[in-house]
């Protein structure tokens, strides 16, 4: 069985930074990569950065890209979104999440929520001064 637990998220300022963390355990495990997506109320789960962790290949969306640093620690079974430079359209429920594309996919179509297959229960970012 799959598990995902997401932890790290609260109320920062904008232009502050948070630390979110994605514990896995569990056949999850057996997943080459694992994503943190987010979500915004009224709005659809958007990619926000992916990892393979067998040869630490990364992506990040556009909005993200410059501000955002997704790492892993493979003895830990942990993958990392530090998140700086926080700004007000930030705010949103991430979630991580693995059981990803094939391979051949990820690097066009990391960012479709719809292709990943096992999700945590998500952490809440507020950005807000």
């Known amino acids: 069985q799959e598990q995902l637990v997401e932890s790290g998220g609260g109320l920062v300022q904008p232009g502050g930074s948070l630390r979110l963390s994605c514990a896995a355990s569990g056949s999850s495990l057996d997943y080459y990569a694992i994503g943190w997506f987010r979500q915004a109320p009224g709005k659809g789960r958007e990619g926000v950065s992916c990892i393979s962790r067998s040869d630490g290949s990364t992506y990040y969306s556009d909005s993200v890209k410059g501000r955002f640093t997704i790492s892993r620690d493979n003895a830990k079974n942990t993958v990392y979104l530090q998140m700086n430079s926080l700004k007000p359209e930030d705010t949103a429920v991430y979630y991580c999440?693995?059981?990803?594309?094939?391979?051949?996919?990820?690097?066009?179509?990391?960012?479709?929520?719809?292709?990943?297959?096992?999700w945590g229960k998500g952490t809440l970012v507020t950005v807000s001064s």
């Open positions: 999440a693995t059981d990803p594309p094939h391979p051949a996919l990820l690097h066009s179509s990391w960012h479709l929520a719809g292709l990943w297959n096992y």
